[in-house]
Every structure is written in structure tokens, then in C-alpha cells.
């Protein structure tokens, strides 16, 4: 009777459900999928919301800019009557170039932030994706003498 022999080194490594390549891409596209996939559902959801509160501020940002060059060529505003009703009261508009500027900054800067959340969510999801078996333990404890936050890592 033969005897078979066991290769402890070939031992079948459990892989992750994404690997690291398509986590980032999942999530690069879509910031926490990926993180929902490999079982960090907290961290999805805090990518999810973040994304969410961004396009909204965007949205809020673009109306605003759009608001500012219509009302830009309107250089004296009414802003009432004199004790006759007849002569107007007017005032410089606030609409200016300078405001439009700024209203675009405010455009460009939520973009900006935007694409910063897709790309963190893409790196975090890389290198879960590398770690997702990795078990660890993270506690944190008020203490007389301050707060200590320990950690337990198993290899």
C-alpha cells in the first residue's frame, strides 16, 4: 500500500470574493460596493453616505453658480420706492463677476472632492481585498490616566 504524501506548502489559501484588482475598480466606480462585497459593510456605508452628501452639495452648488450668470447682467436692482411710489430706489446688484468666480470655485471644489472619495474608496477596497481574512481585534478604553486603544492581530 502506497503511502500519499501531503505538500503542506500547496495548501489551498482561501481567496478573497474580490480580488484587489476588481475591488478598486468596483469601487471606483461605485465607492463602497466593494466594501460591502468583502464584509465591511460600516465602511461602505460611510463611503455611500459621504458620496451622497457631496452630490447633493454639488447639486445645491451648480444651482447656485447658475443663478449667479443669470442675474450677472443685471447691474441696478429695485429695491423699492420712495415716499411718492414713484421715483425707485435701486442698488447695486450683488450678481458680479467676482460672485460668479466664486460660485464656480465652490463647483469645481465639490468635483474635486468627489473624485477624492472614488479614489479612497478604490484604495481602502485594495487593500481590504488584500486583508479581508486577516482577523484583528481593535478595542478602545477610558481609563483615570487617559484613553488606551489596543489592538490584537492573529498571523
Given at each position: 500500500?502506497?503511502?500519499?504524501?501531503?505538500?503542506?506548502?500547496?495548501?489551498?489559501?482561501?481567496?478573497?470574493?474580490?480580488s484587489p484588482r476588481r475591488a478598486f475598480l468596483y469601487?471606483?466606480?461605485?465607492?463602497?460596493?466593494?466594501?460591502?462585497?468583502?464584509?465591511?459593510?460600516?465602511?461602505?456605508?460611510?463611503?455611500?453616505?459621504?458620496?451622497?452628501?457631496?452630490?447633493?452639495?454639488?447639486?445645491?452648488?451648480?444651482?447656485?453658480?447658475?443663478?449667479?450668470?443669470?442675474?450677472?447682467?443685471?447691474?441696478?436692482?429695485?429695491?423699492?420706492?420712495?415716499?411718492?411710489?414713484v421715483t425707485p430706489i435701486t442698488q447695486v446688484s450683488a450678481y458680479n463677476?467676482?460672485?460668479?468666480?466664486?460660485?464656480?470655485?465652490?463647483?469645481?471644489?465639490?468635483?474635486?472632492?468627489?473624485?477624492?472619495?472614488?479614489?479612497?474608496?478604490?484604495?481602502?477596497?485594495?487593500?481590504?481585498?488584500?486583508?479581508?481574512?486577516?482577523?484583528?481585534?481593535?478595542?478602545?478604553?477610558?481609563?483615570?490616566?487617559?484613553?488606551?486603544?489596543?489592538?490584537?492581530?492573529?498571523?
Amino acid at each position: 500500500m502506497r503511502r500519499s504524501t501531503a505538500d503542506s506548502t500547496r495548501a489551498r489559501i482561501p481567496k478573497p470574493p474580490l480580488s484587489p484588482r476588481r475591488a478598486f475598480l468596483y469601487s471606483l466606480a461605485l465607492p463602497g460596493y466593494s466594501q460591502s462585497v468583502l464584509g465591511r459593510p460600516t465602511a461602505g456605508a460611510l463611503f455611500v453616505l459621504t458620496e451622497s452628501i457631496a452630490l447633493v452639495m454639488l447639486r445645491e452648488s451648480a444651482a447656485d453658480l447658475r443663478q449667479a450668470r443669470r442675474f450677472r447682467t443685471d447691474s441696478l436692482v429695485v429695491i423699492g420706492y420712495d415716499e411718492t411710489g414713484v421715483t425707485p430706489i435701486t442698488q447695486v446688484s450683488a450678481y458680479n463677476d467676482r460672485l460668479v468666480d466664486i460660485r464656480r470655485g465652490h463647483v469645481e471644489d465639490w468635483i474635486a472632492f468627489i473624485v477624492a472619495n472614488h479614489l479612497f474608496a478604490a484604495a481602502d477596497a485594495y487593500v481590504a481585498a488584500h486583508l479581508w481574512d486577516l482577523p484583528t481585534q481593535i478595542s478602545i478604553e477610558s481609563r483615570r490616566d487617559g484613553t488606551a486603544l489596543a489592538a490584537k492581530v492573529s498571523w
